[in-house]
């Protein structure tokens, strides 16, 4: 799936008139960053827990609060 994704950006940037080349590496630097920052945010409000996979869940899966 990340691969995939980094495939598709690489065709975006190659659209800009980027080289995915020169672009490459900062870019998975960035995305390294946004995958941790997210997994660090990924967190239920109420009772902290880690929501797991799901990329929108409802309800918390540790102590059932309804998410936004
Ligand atoms: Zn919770």
Redesign the pocket.
Known sequence: MLVAFLMRANVDLSAYGLSPVVFGPAFLVLVAAAVIFSFANWR??????YLGRGINPKF??????ELR
């Open positions: 239920c409000p109420a009772c902290n827990g918390c899966s540790k102590c059932g609060t």
